[in-house]
């Protein structure tokens, strides 16, 4: 009988529904799942969709402004290794804090553990990514760009209020892109205004969450002092804009924190 | 023997335990002959898929009751107007005039929305204000709403339980269930669901089957030309052919707000003089124009455009040169924009025999 009972026992121990884990012995997990949590802030200052609306913000110029709605694309998170090997996560997030969505992208993909010299995310798309796919979701949300402007995706959307030099509330539209001058239209030239964002080395060894900062007022600093009394609409076809956004763009990101 | 009840235990946890997904319920729930929504190829290839409740699927049945309804003046006190009435399919299944006139005699303030389209509405807001969530919850407020039919939903209900036919059809469409409101409008939105405009001259011509004049080529350009109209950020583009985005916006009517819109229903001063941006699709039939249907022409909403923003705390950010009225369009944008903005209309839509009074 004694047989029979550790029979049952091993039988009912097999059919059990649990799910597998992937914990070796000494319960350091072979994979682990990756989230990037996406906040933004003026100069430090939390901004959320809470605190649109209002004029409330003064960039570098000294123009009083505020915002309106933000949205933002990030594309093939990379984990590199010291080996020269990289876990590239083949996908992308629209970050809309207008709407309050995206601020979690949690891909669905298993990060080996082990040490990494690096984890990078591309701000909007390389080109490879922009053109030569058609993405329903981004289509769906008006992200793209005119196919006389060379077609693809916004990388970013950007836009609010502000005070002019006659004092007058009027709008703006930073839309940054892949710049193109349109002068001898339709042949187009292009410069490339993706960048890499390096958020460094990680050693990861369990689930881990990077916590990534968006300065607002970044766009508006460094090394080009914006001037929203000139550049604040119509941006998209300028050419020399959209490489100034470019250059400005290179230090709005930082990695907050890391939580594992 | 003194361990048979281990065993007994045993052998029932391993059958507690084991992963099957067999139900052991033999009841069978009435179910209505699907009809699943027929997806537009264009619609297809670009955008994401529509919005269907699982708890309304699409059906023969369903459909088959929910237009009847749709074109039935049973659902108005009076038995006079049905939602027909304002939303006619030779409209686009909207009404011809400014606003307009319920059972009694009263004028609305807004003019009717077009219906089409409707199950990629991915945010489910609907009206100009976005007060309601869910086309079926849509269809309930018609039906009481003093300016409109003025019933009540108690009255509609007992007549349909009277009548001849909608008992069955009830029966066909949801099985043994008393007619409520709720069925009513689900069996509504069905048939709202199956309103497809997707086969306009720039369908043809995307789809590589139609070529577009230079007019009409110039006109795309004009629109999606941020310099120029610019209408591409709030109104989609050969990527969504929606021609919407579905969202809320000032779009610069005027300076003072009579009718606040969305900040009506939001509380929010941010959001006052918002209101839908409605699909470009349909525009030769869906006159006049605008929330209020303030403009009677398509030159009229051009001019607009081009000339005649008013300012307010809470216009648009993209509304462009607001100081100067707009960007000033030349005469021959204008026009070519038009010609692009009427290839958009979609003749086969509005004679669909599948959406006529039945």
Redesign the interface.
């Known amino acids: 009988?004694k047989k029979?009972?550790a029979l049952?026992?091993l039988?009912?121990l097999a059919?059990?529904?649990s799910s597998d884990d992937d914990n070796q012995p000494n319960n350091v997990p072979q994979n682990v799942n990756a989230t990037f949590n996406f906040s933004h802030n003026w100069d430090g200052i939390s901004v959320t969709s809470t605190n649109?609306?209002?004029i409330q913000y003064i960039n570098a110029n000294g123009e009083e402004m505020s915002i309106?709605?933000l949205r933002h694309l990030i594309s093939n998170v990379t984990f590199h290794k010291s080996n020269g090997e990289t876990i590239v996560i083949d996908g992308y997030n629209l970050i809309d804090v207008t709407n309050d969505s995206g601020l979690v992208y949690a891909p669905d993909i298993d990060i080996p553990t082990g040490s990494y010299e690096n984890v990078s995310f591309t701000f909007g798309f390389n080109n490879d990514d922009n053109y030569n796919n058609?993405y329903?979701?981004l289509?769906?949300a008006?992200w793209?760009v005119?196919?006389?402007m060379g077609g693809g995706y916004h990388y970013m959307q950007l836009?609010?209020?502000f005070i002019n030099d006659a004092d007058?509330?009027?709008?703006?539209?930073y839309h940054t892109i892949r710049a193109v001058n349109l002068t001898n239209a339709p042949d187009l030239l292009f410069q490339d205004t993706f960048f890499i964002v390096d958020l460094g080395a990680v050693n990861v060894s369990n689930n881990i969450s990077f916590n990534i900062e968006m300065n607002i007022a970044e766009w508006f600093k460094n090394p080009n002092q914006w001037n929203l009394n000139i550049l604040n609409?119509?941006?998209?076809?300028n050419f020399d804009a959209q490489v100034m956004m470019y250059e400005n763009g290179q230090n709005a990101f930082s990695l907050g924190s890391i939580s594992q | 023997m003194k361990?048979k009840p281990?065993?007994i235990i045993?052998?029932l946890?391993?059958i507690l335990?084991?992963?099957s997904n067999e139900t052991t319920d033999s009841y069978v729930p009435y179910s209505a002959t699907p009809q699943p929504i027929d997806i537009p190829t264009l619609f297809e290839?670009?955008?994401?898929s529509p919005v269907i409740p699982t708890n309304n699927p699409q059906t023969v049945e369903g459909i088959a009751l929910g237009k009847k309804l749709f074109f039935d003046p049973i659902l108005s006190a009076d038995n006079t107007q049905a939602c027909a009435s304002c939303h006619a399919p030779q409209n686009a299944f909207t009404d011809s005039t400014r606003f307009s006139i319920g059972i009694d005699g009263i004028a609305g303030n807004r003019n009717s929305m077009p219906l089409f389209n409707l199950a990629?509405n991915?945010d489910e807001n609907f009206f100009w204000d976005g007060r309601v969530f869910s086309l079926e919850h849509q269809a309930i407020e018609p039906v009481t709403n003093p300016v409109e039919m003025h019933n009540t939903w108690e009255m509609v209900i007992s007549r349909l339980q009277q009548s001849n036919e909608y008992p069955d059809l009830f029966q066909a469409a949801f099985g043994g269930v008393t007619i409520t409101k709720e069925l009513a409008t689900k069996a509504m939105a069905q048939f709202e669901r199956t309103l497809i405009s997707a086969n306009s001259k720039f369908d043809r011509f995307s789809l590589g089957q139609a070529t577009l004049t230079t007019e009409e080529q110039n006109g795309l350009?004009v629109f999606?030309?941020?310099?120029k109209g610019?209408c591409?950020?709030?109104h989609?583009?050969?990527?969504?052919p929606?021609w919407t985005?579905n969202i809320f916006h000032n779009n610069g009517l005027d300076a003072t707000f009579t009718d606040l819109g969305l900040g009506e229903i939001s509380g929010?001063p941010?959001d006052n003089g918002k209101f839908k941006s409605p699909s470009l699709r349909n525009l030769a039939f869906t006159a006049p124009y605008m929330h209020d249907g303030r403009f009677n022409t398509l030159d009229e909403v051009i001019n607009h455009y081009s000339e005649g923003l008013q300012d307010s705390?809470?216009?648009?950010?993209?509304?462009?040169k607001?100081?100067e009225g707009g960007v000033h369009l030349s005469p021959q944008d204008k026009s070519d924009l038009k010609a692009f903005l009427l290839s958009l209309s979609d003749p086969s839509f509005i004679n669909n025999p599948d959406f006529q009074i039945p």
């Not at chain 1, 007058?168 to 539209?173: C, F, L, N, P, R």
């Not at chain 1, 609409?233 to 076809?237: A, D, G, H, I, R």
């Open positions: 009988m029979i009972a049952l026992t039988i009912t059919f059990s529904c649109f609306n209002t309106e709605k058609n329903p979701d289509n769906s008006s793209n005119p196919d006389m836009e609010g209020k007058v509330e009027i709008g703006y539209a609409n119509m941006l998209m076809p | 361990n281990f065993h045993y052998i946890c391993f335990s084991s992963c290839e670009n955008i994401i990629w991915y350009n999606m030309d941020e310099t610019d591409f950020h709030c989609g583009n050969p990527n969504n929606l985005d929010d941010a705390p809470t216009i648009d950010p993209l509304m462009k607001v100081d």
